[in-house]
């Protein structure tokens, strides 16, 4: 039996986009003697549809979409993820299912059991979880098949009171299929190739694990999927962040003609590189624009989305627009037009004093004299915002955020000011794994500026400010706020570790202060376990620790 | 036995507030006779504690808190609502549970069964669902504790496939108990008056029921709790929007003293105002905050949003600041001014056109001569945006947004401009759900003026610019809207009921469109049982009928 593993790019909602992609790798696989061809966890509709499911249209062009595929099934079989309505009166009205299709006909649905709901995931949201088991018979074979977090159960924390796998391993399966929609995170891959080796290890089956790639808004999927002997031992792996379909033989319950090969990790600062090229790519694609705006301010973080920007869109994508102030240091328009010209992206400078004089001038009568403060600095940071956004009404371009992570932890930025933009590029990178990204990026020749790299960090709204007046040390905050975002350590175990416990109080504080600025926020491209977004979800107007 | 309800109203994570105002209760209903006083699901940390609840540190201070508080039980008992960990390895690590505390010891745990995970509550992101059931005795007599869902389970199609009820009748209780944070929408009180009233029919017991009062950033607790007799018939009501104690005697089987009363629904537009002014005002109160700013255009809805403010804050508290610009019309001002006028409250007119006329000629070269459009008129609202948070960053006043519910759908409103605030009132408010507002604030005397009810509505960012040049009159836009938003009809079904095809298809498009900026909107005060904001989560770059 030859079964085709095929690894492709959804998207969400786009029904006539993924109908004739599926039906067309269908043919392909066909050609080239699969018997089986496998697809992704809610393939028909991408991943996740969120509250699109709650609209009963949405679910008949999925039993829309699937009909067509099956009739498209002739000569050759296939799994394919599908929401499908649950026939019981009690529980959530629909399961999310695997279709397996054998000539034109749906032959046996499978309804995944464990419904993550947590981080990113909401589907319990939607959907009632299996409590029926049975394996699926093709070719005189018993196929287990499973949906993504069905096999994730094992570990020494389970998250789910039951497994899937425990209940079909029982009819004597030949071989494991896993569809799933399982999202990137740069630790994510080490995690989910021992997640799975460990259920082959543990049933003594080989798998077959099918991963959607690309991204959707914030999720960046990274494909890679692959296959594993009844041994736990990988044998071949598909691309990351690109599309792909593979053949495997599978006889005499033996993935034929593989030896196992080495996992090898990428390193963190490439699969980043790779998720934010996908993301920004596929925001664009599937938003159907094409061209994008962003502030560039000669600092390191603007460089590096103007440099991600320019590799995914094409440099004659992108335009970069230098807004001066009366505070911008000399080298900041020079730091800037060394990057424009590294990249060729088009540019325009346009100094801010006018607008930011306008609004002082302005505002006279009811400030009175009081001291420049805040408002002063936060008025030119929202000078900038219009600017760029009117090149982005008058021209259709797509304003990309600049901020980075720490600064999105801590609220050192300014609300319809640097925070505007459509999506967010670095807001969930850390400034040190930024000034790691330049130097990849630079890894074969200077794009980023040296100077931006060099140089102090700084806002740049009054005279001589520089991050480091208000925060402490990025090496130190960045570690800090890892503790506290990612692994959601505790003030007292964060201060155990060592750091300063008046620090550890000041950060978490402003972490948790800074909730009603990240609530509105540009959806921000994860690619950490624990992204700022859909994925952390905190009250505003609590009290705990602010 | 006597029973003290304990309505109040809590602020998430204040665990020092909320246990001081729990333990003075206590002794409250203690003085006045009560055996057993009854606070709401998860009184400890409020309602709802969000990811807070994946910090072992927070959930520590629940459990501090259930100590003192149960120290304080001393001839008294009491139900607290709390979360508290799962003492298996399997399933999630929390209960959400009621203790019941007597002589200063948990002596019985309840944990809910029937874990809410939909529109805005997550509760299965957290929570394992009970599968034990048992009643607690006290005082001889046998409760059926339930937490708030576990009673919901009770209609045509239900989301559970168990009803805890089910379970616990076997044990013959004499009195259900339920404690709840069920959250206020204008249509809410009907289905929950309806839904327990059945419990108690259908399971011939007396019910007291306990809900929380107040609001936590947008979700408003509008109180009214109830007391039904065994044949489902409603004796008393506690006040709502309010907080309230009182005390009832139970006794061979019965609530002592109390004849049926006729429940009498408040009209839905009286709901809407007490819950804008208890949400405005807890968010106030609960951020540490006392002074609004909003910018008054001399339009309805700003104008409903000041007097709203100036109700819940105190006219002093409020700032309105009017920013006419090159196309407002000369009544813009004088309404403006007419409301202030009969609010009593602070004000400032800056105009905006030095700023307008600063950034057009910045991007002079940039647009080279293009003609004036959606850019130029951005411009203008994220100039006005500026100035009113200039206001708030000077003088720490927050941000009203003025923004409707018919807007926000159709995306009728400028990001980084008039969709600015830190929280927005009307938002979950249709534009004919505001004019009823209108009237009713002008019940007794005319506050809102009546030129800004009666004239058409404009956003004034062009000559003679009329919302309904680009939008549907609001009458039929808002009939379309709910169909689409609360009902989530299918455009075919909508179609069905009479509205134009192609005006359904138009409506549809732009609300889908949308998501982008509603992302990136303040929380909205909920008032309807569809809002905009968590509840309802949909993909950006979808491809649904967008």
Excluded at 151 to 156: G, K, M, S, T, V
Excluded at 175 to 183: D, E, T, Y
Excluded at 315 to 335: G, Y
Aim: charged share 25%; proline share 5%; hydrophobic share 40%.
């Amino acid at each position: 039996m030859k079964i085709a593993l095929a690894q492709l790019n959804y998207h969400i909602g786009n029904f006539e986009s993924n109908t004739r992609k599926i039906i067309h790798t269908i043919q392909k696989a066909k050609e080239q003697g699969a018997d089986l061809v496998v697809f992704a966890e809610l393939a028909v509709c991408g991943y996740p549809p969120r509250d699109f499911l709650e609209f009963t249209e949405f679910i008949e062009l999925c039993e829309g979409s699937v009909k067509q595929i099956a009739e498209a099934c002739k000569g050759i079989a296939c799994i394919v993820g599908t929401p499908t309505r649950n026939p019981r009166i009690e529980g959530k009205d629909l399961f999310n299912s695997a279709c397996f299709i054998e000539e034109g006909k749906i032959t046996a649905i499978v309804n995944k059991a464990l419904l993550p709901t947590y981080d990113v995931f909401d589907e319990y949201r939607y959907f009632e979880p299996s409590r029926e088991f049975s394996c699926i018979e093709f070719q005189g074979k018993k196929i287990a098949l499973t949906i993504c977090e069905d096999l994730w159960n094992i570990n020494d924390n389970p998250l789910y009171i039951a497994s899937p796998m425990d209940q079909l391993i029982k009819e004597g399966p030949d071989l494991m299929i896993n569809i799933a929609a399982s999202p990137f995170a740069y630790n994510h891959d080490d995690n989910r190739v021992k997640v799975l080796s460990d259920n082959s290890l543990k049933y003594k089956l080989p798998l077959l694990y099918v991963n959607q790639v690309g991204a959707q808004t914030e999720i960046v999927f990274d494909g890679g999927s692959f296959v594993f002997n009844d041994e736990g031992r990988m044998l071949d792996q598909l691309k990351y962040f690109e599309e792909d379909l593979r053949i495997y033989e599978f006889s005499e319950e033996k993935i034929l003609d593989l030896e196992p090969v080495e996992y090898t990790p990428m390193p963190d600062i490439d699969q980043i590189h790779h998720g934010l090229i996908l993301g920004i790519k596929d925001y664009f694609v599937k938003s159907g624009f094409s061209k994008a705006v962003l502030g560039l301010s000669g600092g390191i973080d603007s460089a590096i989305v103007c440099a991600l920007a320019a590799e995914a869109l094409g440099a004659e994508n992108v335009m970069a627009v230098l807004m001066p102030s009366r505070f911008s240091t000399d080298h900041s328009v020079k730091d800037a037009m060394d990057l424009v010209n590294n990249l060729g992206c088009k540019h325009h400078v346009i100094a801010i004093k006018e607008a930011a004089d306008a609004f002082e001038h302005m505002l006279e009568p009811a400030f009175k004299g009081l001291p420049f403060n805040i408002a002063e600095e936060n008025i030119q940071a929202r000078c900038r915002a219009i600017v760029v956004m009117a090149f982005s009404n008058k021209f259709g371009y797509i304003l990309l955020n600049t901020s980075n992570k720490s600064e999105c932890a801590v609220g050192y930025g300014t609300l319809y000011g640097d925070m505007a933009g459509a999506i967010a590029v670095l807001g969930d990178v850390y400034k040190t794994q930024v000034y790691q990204l330049a130097n990849y990026i630079n890894r074969e020749r200077e794009i980023i500026p040296q100077n931006s790299i060099v140089k102090p960090p700084s806002a740049e709204l009054r005279p001589g400010q520089k991050d480091s007046d208000s925060l402490p040390d990025y090496d130190i905050l960045d570690r800090l706020l890892y503790q506290y975002i990612e692994l959601k350590k505790s003030s007292r175990d964060i201060i155990a570790q060592g750091f300063d416990e008046e620090l550890v109080r000041k950060v978490i504080k402003m972490v948790n202060k800074a909730e009603f600025k990240r609530y509105q926020t540009p959806p921000i491209l994860r690619v950490s376990p624990k992204a700022f977004g859909m994925g952390r979800r905190m009250p505003i107007v609590g009290k705990y620790l602010s």
